[in-house]
């Protein structure tokens, strides 16, 4: 309710009675949730992410408009029962709130007592006089109190080189080149999972490093990397450089959305990721008569770089410490024959003719050790063999010479056939040899540079993998090339399936679930390969997945939808494998609308223009359209004005769909051209899409009275007429409130006197100077007496004219 006069010089006596209309549908709402939290520290939670931790009571910010009462319930979902109700008293100019984010507006601030952690619905209802509810509205929330419950830490798979993933003390390595994944499984939250994050703790408690472990949503799993996997055989990055000789920990955090934390019991383990110290040392050479190797008196010289040497094979000698050592070290070296060793050392033999590789194995890991050398061989050496290429047949594909053949559905079934192998020619025979099957594929003549045989596997349907190796040798089998594999590879029944999806409307993004069984097989060459999303009316893919989280067989892929151009679609999710294995799962008929939404503004049923000057927040509507969704105002705030104000506003949706603004605390312009407000709203569509408009007017009260000037004499004290009634008064008859019932009491109005008066003015013994607002008590009395204030200049001896306005921003 409000009443204001603007007067030229002084007011003119009058008699008035007002009475204003409430709004229907006005809507309280919760803005945010205040709290001390589990840990002591102080929160604020907005009314869109409604995951509440509270120690004892919690509170609830209602934003509304003056002169509103609301009613707000607050009732548990698990059985519809209301826990706590509650009326608070009508809002007044008082009660201004600031929120955590500093947004301002007017409401009520109501405290919830203790309740149990579960799922709630809190509903806000408008009252009018008569304890009527004009509207309600209900929004969701979640009191959890307790972090995550989860599994231990685990590795899904047992992934060999002797590392242990089970009891007290984990021993791990780096593998093959299949990833291997630290996984917590089972992870279960009341208000949904945030995230984990996976710490690597040393001895001394310190942390070596962190990371963000992956959560697969479908799984309920979170995963971090041991190994990089995807055929590299190294350690994830955050994974500590070590021998295996540090106990580490790893220990881990879960955080839920109402910020409850989790500490999954710390779990012990060594990580071996250096081959640690090792050292090329000497060569057999038979004709030496000493010997550099302790213990061993002839036959071995000091290794160098770029040595020659008379004997092909050559035999290296490699001096390692004994705690590098295999037989005393379950993280050491593996190679070669022991030839001796003495207290500190041993010395490891390894024989290889020139120009071929050999693998130094690492503890827990294939290789890991550099098995490299450089000796030149003499004159009277022979040479080893040495392939250049070769080339496989297979009946449904033909020629290839990839290491590695991925079969597929429309391969099988299928055979191989022959096999060719390209060599450098030699003085002697070569022997082209199939080491797994066991037979000599063919031979080369002296001079020769390549030869080609028989080569029979056949595979079918179904899946699997097989490894063949074959190698060019000499005659008698001492000289011998470096081996060469052929991976076959086949799948064609281990196929991906999408399991579901979480799609959300509000932002058009959905995030989908994948089993694929047999993930990782083969040295991680079986996975899910891409996840699309089909349009099944043009038949064209709209978009590829991106990955999220996996998990063990589970992926999790997220799409944006708003990618998508608008239009009309019926939508398809396709998995597809690495093996070219494909299913799908229908999704839906969907409208993309990646349009914002429209904001007009009208002023009593008619466009408002800016600059214009408004009588009444009431008589605006505000107007949102969307030619492809839903769309509703989101927030309005009112700033600038004689005060330069800055307040969000509660606002009410009418029966014609458009929206008004509630009432704030509000001060009249002074100046129709400086002091203006600037009224922002904020859209959003059901789409996601966001819009904002403004708009600059002046404003003054609906019941603003504009009075003829009055002259008056210059001086600064009251003046009667000879009845003693005073010679410049305001004057108003009973004043009521929304509900017609009459104003009684004390009421606070206030008085705004123009920045360009002439003088100040005295209203009640309150000096008001120009350009400056206060607050003045009247007495209405127990029953509601007329308006009746005493006015007169606060200087004497000016002449001019003053000019003011007397507001009642609410009425009691």
């Known amino acids: 309710m409000r009443f204001s006069l603007f007067l030229n010089h002084f007011a003119l006596a009058l008699s008035l009675s007002i009475a204003t209309s409430m709004f229907s549908n006005a809507q309280a709402r919760v803005y945010e949730y205040t709290f001390t939290d589990i840990n002591g520290a102080q929160k604020s939670v907005p009314e869109s992410a409604p995951y509440l931790n509270p120690h004892g009571n919690f509170n609830a910010l209602l934003i509304g408009g003056l002169d509103q009462q609301i009613r707000l319930t607050v009732t548990r979902d698990a059985d519809n029962s209301a826990v ?24 009520k601030t109501v405290t919830i007592p203790p309740i149990s952690d579960g799922r709630y619905t809190i509903k806000s209802e408008i009252l009018d006089s008569k304890s009527t509810v004009v509207s309600t509205t209900s929004h969701p929330f979640i009191i959890d109190t307790v972090g995550p419950t989860s599994d231990n830490f685990s590795v899904p798979w047992i992934p060999g080189y002797n590392m242990v993933v089970t009891g ?19 992870i279960n939250d009341l208000s949904g999972f945030d995230k984990a994050i996976v710490q690597i703790i040393k001895p001394d408690g310190s942390i070596q490093s962190s990371y963000t472990m992956a959560y697969d949503d479908g799984s309920r799993a979170a995963t971090a990397p041991i190994t990089k996997g995807g055929g590299a055989i190294a350690k994830a990055t955050w994974m500590p450089v070590s021998d295996a000789d540090v106990e580490f920990r790893f220990r881990a955090f879960l955080y839920d959305k109402a910020g409850n934390v989790t500490q999954v019991p710390d779990q012990k383990f060594v990580f071996d990721s250096s081959a640690g110290e090792y050292e090329l040392f000497a060569v057999a050479d038979p004709n030496s008569s000493t010997s550099v190797v302790p213990g061993i008196s002839s036959g071995y010289i000091k290794y160098s770089a ?12 490699y001096k390692i410490p004994k705690h590098n050592y295999r037989a005393y070290n379950k993280a050491g070296l593996s190679f070669g024959s022991l030839l001796t060793e003495d207290n500190s050392y041993v010395y490891i033999k390894q024989s290889t003719p020139v120009g071929t590789s050999f693998t130094i194995h690492n503890g827990y890991q294939y290789g890991g050790g550099n098995a490299s050398y450089n000796v030149k061989l003499s004159s009277i050496a022979p040479k080893s063999p040495s392939i250049k290429s070769y080339s496989a047949n297979f ?8 290491g590695t053949m991925k079969f597929t559905n429309i391969d099988l079934p299928g ?4 096999i060719t192998v390209f060599v450098d020619p030699r003085d002697y025979v070569q022997s082209f040899y199939n080491l797994t099957q066991g037979y000599e594929v063919c031979t080369i003549e002296p001079g020769e540079s390549s030869c080609t045989g028989p080569f029979s596997y056949a595979i079918n349907k179904g899946n699997g993998y097989i490894a063949h190796y074959f190698i060019v040798r000499n005659q008698d089998k001492t000289l011998t090339s470096n081996q060469f594999e052929i991976r076959s590879i086949w799948n064609t029944d281990l196929i991906p399936k999408i399991t579901g999806y979480d799609y959300k409307e509000e932002n058009k993004s959905v995030l989908v679930y994948v089993t694929q069984p047999g993930n990782g097989n083969w040295r991680d060459v079986l996975m899910l390969s891409k996840l699309e999303i089909l349009d099944t009316i043009s038949n064209t893919v709209l978009l590829t997945g991106t990955k999220a989280a996996m998990s063990g067989e589970d992926y999790t892929y997220a799409f944006d939808l708003s990618a998508i151009p608008e239009g009309k679609y019926d939508l398809t ?19 993309i609308d990646n349009s914002p939404p429209s904001i007009s503004f009208s002023y009593e049923g008619k466009p408002l223009l800016s600059e214009s000057t408004v009588y009444g927040l009431e008589n605006i509507s505000v107007a949102v359209s969307d030619a492809l969704s839903k769309s509703k105002i ?17 606002f009410t949706h009418n029966t014609d769909g458009s929206y008004t603004p509630l009432y704030p605390r509000l001060f009249p312009s002074l100046d129709e051209k400086t002091d203006k407000y600037t009224l922002v709203v904020k859209a959003i569509d059901d789409a996601g899409n966001e819009s904002s408009k403004s708009i600059r007017f002046a404003y003054y009260p609906k019941n603003l009275i504009v009075l003829d000037k ?17 010679l410049a008064v305001l004057k108003a008859s009973q004043l009521r409130r929304n509900d017609g019932s009459l104003a009684k009491g004390v009421q606070t109005a206030l008085i705004t006197v123009r920045g360009d008066s002439a003088f100040p003015i005295s209203v009640n013994g309150n000096l008001v100077s120009p350009g400056e607002t206060k607050e003045i008590q009247i007495d209405l009395g127990s029953v509601g007496n007329d308006v009746v204030v005493p006015i007169f200049p606060g200087v004497s001896g000016v002449v001019g004219a003053s000019g003011f306005i007397v507001e009642f921003p609410q009425l009691k």
């Open 84 to 107: 706590y109700s509650t009326t608070t008293s009508i809002i007044s100019v008082d009660d201004r709130i600031s929120s955590a984010n500093g947004n301002m507006f007017y409401g």
């Open 168 to 186: 007290p003390r984990w021993e791990l390595g780096q593998g093959q080149e299949s990833a291997i994944n630290l996984a917590i499984k089972n």
């Open 306 to 317: 770029g040595m020659t040497v008379n004997t092909n094979p050559v035999t290296l000698v």
């Open 395 to 402: 009946s449904t594909i033909g020629d290839f010479s990839a």
């Open 415 to 418: 055979e191989y056939q022959s």
């Open 573 to 591: 999710f396709r998995a597809t494998d690495t093996f070219n294995n494909s299913s799908q799962l229908p999704f839906r008929s969907l409208i």
């Open 634 to 650: 989101s927030q309005m705030v009112l700033q600038g004005g004689p005060a330069s104000d800055d307040v969000e506003l509660g």
């Open 710 to 726: 009055l002259n008056t004499l210059a001086v600064n004290k009251p003046l009667n007429l000879s009845s003693g009634e005073p």
